[in-house]
């Protein structure tokens, strides 16, 4: 069975900083692309972030680029997100999702994901 | 702001049929596949209809999606009380390199 468990959400300050981190298995993680997908409290879902297994370019919504980095370590199966510069509207719930690959918005399967609060 | 349009809520009554519409424009959905996500309250999204309109496995017939041009369109027949939740679309856009959802329609089964 796949599996994606987020942590690492808290409450920062604005402008401050904070990683997300996200343990898959049940698959073989090197080979799929792996993203975040982030939904503020009563609102719509928004893609954040896409990254591909081995050396490939990441992807980003507009909204967080320059501020967010997407990594993985696919030798322990983990994503991860850096957020730096955190503003209010950052504040979201963020899952970890299996995406269907580069330039793609199949995600299946959701983490629970990891609430992320940015106020002071 | 959503450049995905969905209506932000809509109803029927059990065994009613009820469809949810998606606009957006040639970058997107007229030029990639149409994802829908089904949002049940209290939880995690969940893939309903991929690639316009195939079901994953596990997910009920009386669910099924279309497109057609720029618009997509997810249809629930038989409805039932379990499927009150909320459906957002999604689709890669060419022009922005993004990923777009819509805003989310609410389903309420009366």
């Known amino acids: 069975e796949v599996q994606l468990l987020e942590s690492g959400g808290n409450l920062v300050q604005p402008g401050g900083s904070l990683r997300l981190s996200c343990v898959a298995s049940g698959f073989t993680f090197s080979n799929y692309v792996m993203g975040w997908v982030r939904q503020a409290p009563g609102r719509g879902l928004e893609w954040v972030s896409s990254l591909g297994g081995g050396p490939s370019s990441p992807y980003y919504a507009r909204s967080v680029k320059g501020r967010f980095t997407i990594s993985r370590d696919d030798s322990d199966n983990t994503l991860h997100l850096q957020m730096n510069s955190l503003r209010a509207d950052d504040t979201a719930r963020y899952y970890c999702?299996?995406?269907?690959?580069?330039?793609?918005?199949?995600?299946?399967?959701w983490g629970q994901g990891t609430l992320v609060t940015v106020s002071s | 702001q959503s450049v995905l349009t969905q209506p932000p809520s809509a109803s029927g009554t059990p065994g009613q049929r009820v469809i949810i519409s998606c606009s957006g424009s040639?970058?997107?959905?007229?030029?990639?596949?149409v994802y829908w996500y089904q949002q049940l309250p209290g939880s995690a999204p969940k893939l309903l209809i991929s690639?316009?309109?195939q079901r994953p496995s596990g997910v009920p017939d009386r669910f099924s999606g279309s497109r057609s041009g720029t618009s997509a369109s997810l249809a629930i027949s038989g409805l039932q009380s379990e499927d009150e939740a909320d459906y957002s679309c999604a689709a890669w856009d060419d022009s922005l390199d993004d990923v777009l959802f819509g805003g989310g329609t609410r389903l309420t089964v009366l």
């Open positions: 999702v299996k995406v269907g690959g580069t330039r793609n918005a199949r995600f299946d399967p």
């Open positions: 690639m316009n309109n």
């Open positions: 040639t970058s997107n959905i007229g030029s990639n596949y």
